[in-house]
């Protein structure tokens, strides 16, 4: 809800500049520098003027995609940008390679080619032409914006030489053109996107596995497809921690290692959200049967120095394991129904505040089981979809009316392990904190969870 308000902002943002008379100059033969989409770099793209369609992304039927493999200090890659729309018929992009620490420094150099040059932020307007002097960000494009056939979609390859030196992590920032060849700005779909890469991986410790719990109630039970989180040592370095961003995510599937640790679980890869030292968030992967299920933790997956854990057992793997995310451990995460308020008391969460009795509220839960249409580990569903199995609420003792649950599926643009229920509370109910049950199936949500009432 806060992005769709944002959203909302920006519009109102662009019909304003839409009325302020732009200079026409020749972008198709290259665009201005720091127009990737990058937060470090303003965080605008092409829709500053390209505007038919903004904001950038709005249009889910076209994409840009940058594919680019970790990285070997010092050794040349060569990066793809792929733009495309099955109604565009003429091409444009922008790339920029940041370190991760600091992403307001630029990491390696691009080399231009027939199809791309490589322009340096000199302050200027249209920046200047590679190579960069030192500090200057710099950005591979399109310099003669290419036509194909209605549809065919277009690949930018640039070549990209990292530095000498293992600088951690790397992201491209990418924005790409989807044009109608019309020779002006409108009519076009821009693209934004980001793509982490890392250098080698060097963990030097063999993990072990202590615990492996529901990622929401840190209790028992867990199920296929189900968020969970491991625990353990030697997972990273003492005092690391990575939390899954934007760039890990590669056509619309969360990554199956992540810091250098993958997690298998009866020898299947699970999708990874949060990598630190002891303890590690995963969603299960689609597993066959129940009761007892081996996990494994690897360190530097599939490299020469690879790490394998001791196999572990866990013998709590259930049909359906339902939990509420909690922000204390009783307290549900919950909002109200546009997301504009944080359903706790202000104890919990500092501004946040209780429910009336009667309001819609959305919370936050795993373990919910399969979902029509249905979803592999790693997804991020981009639409609505329903828990396949009968789901049933108590607050404070009283049933809510099925009528009154309003939704039970997964949460749209997220992984598909975490659910949402939106549902309206009872019209009655005492002043605090109300018990609230969830039934899935006919099983009941692991913990004890409340939610604070206030008439
Ligand atoms: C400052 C305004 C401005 C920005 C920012 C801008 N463009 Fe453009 N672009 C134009 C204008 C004006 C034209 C039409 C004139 C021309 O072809 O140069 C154009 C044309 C194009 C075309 C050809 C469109 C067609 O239908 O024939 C492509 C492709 C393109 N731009 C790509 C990009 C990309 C990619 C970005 C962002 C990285 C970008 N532009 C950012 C102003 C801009």
């Not at 307001?104 to 190579?131: E, H, M, Q, T, Y």
């Amino acid at each position: 809800m806060l992005r769709s308000t944002l959203t909302m902002k920006k519009r109102v943002l662009l019909a304003v500049l839409g009325a302020t008379p732009i200079v026409l100059m020749g972008y198709s033969t290259g665009p201005p520098p720091k127009r990737t989409g990058a937060a470090v770099d303003g965080g605008v793209n092409c829709t500053l003027c390209h505007r038919t369609y903004a904001p950038a992304n709005s249009d889910p039927i076209g994409s840009v995609r940058i594919d680019a493999s970790n990285y070997v200090p010092g050794v040349k890659q060569t990066i793809h940008v792929t733009v495309s729309h099955p109604q565009a018929q003429r091409w444009g992009f922008q790339l920029s390679a940041r370190l991760a620490g600091d992403d307001s420094k630029i990491a390696g150099n691009f080399a231009p080619n027939d199809v791309a040059r490589v322009i340096c932020d000199d302050g200027s307007a249209r920046g200047s032409l590679a190579p960069c002097p030192a500090g200057q960000p710099e950005f591979a494009e399109h310099f003669d914006a290419p036509r194909t056939d209605v549809g065919a979609g277009f690949t930018f390859s640039v070549d990209w030489t990292p530095p000498p030196t293992n600088v951690g992590d790397v992201i491209f920032y990418a924005a790409g053109n989807a044009a109608n060849g019309d020779g002006t700005f409108n009519g076009d779909r821009i693209y934004t996107t980001v793509r982490r890469i890392s250098p080698p991986c060097g963990l030097t410790q063999k993990p072990a596995i202590t615990g492996a719990l529901n990622g929401a109630s840190f209790q028992g039970p867990w199920s296929s497809g189900s968020l969970m989180s491991v625990f353990g040592s030697n997972f990273g370095t003492t005092g690391s921690n990575r939390v899954i961003s934007a760039g890990d995510v590669v056509a619309d599937k969360f990554p199956q290692s992540l810091a250098c640790i993958a997690v298998t679980i009866n020898g299947q890869n699970a999708p990874i959200t949060y990598v630190q030292q002891n303890q590690i968030n995963l969603q299960a992967p689609a597993l066959a049967g129940v009761g007892a299920a081996s996990i494994v933790v690897i360190a530097n997956p599939g490299a020469p120095n690879e790490l394998r854990s001791d196999p572990f057992t866990v013998t709590t793997q259930q049909a359906l394991a339902p939990a509420i995310f909690t922000f204390n451990g009783n307290s549900i995460a919950a909002t109200s129904a546009d997301g504009s308020k944080i359903i706790a008391n202000a104890s919990v969460v500092p501004g946040g505040v209780p429910a009336r009795p009667g309001d819609i509220i959305v919370f936050y839960a795993t373990g919910m089981g399969t979902t029509n249409p249905g979803f592999t580990p790693g997804d991020i569903p981009l639409a609505a979809a329903q828990v396949s199995s009968p789901v049933a609420i108590t607050v404070g003792g009283v049933s809510v009316p099925p009528a009154d649950i309003l939704y039970a599926g997964v949460s749209p643009q997220s992984i598909c392990g975490l659910y949402q229920v939106n549902f309206k509370l009872p019209a009655s109910l005492p002043d605090g904190d109300a018990a609230i049950v969830l039934n899935v199936g006919g099983t009941a949500a692991a913990g004890r969870t409340t939610v604070p009432i206030k008439n």
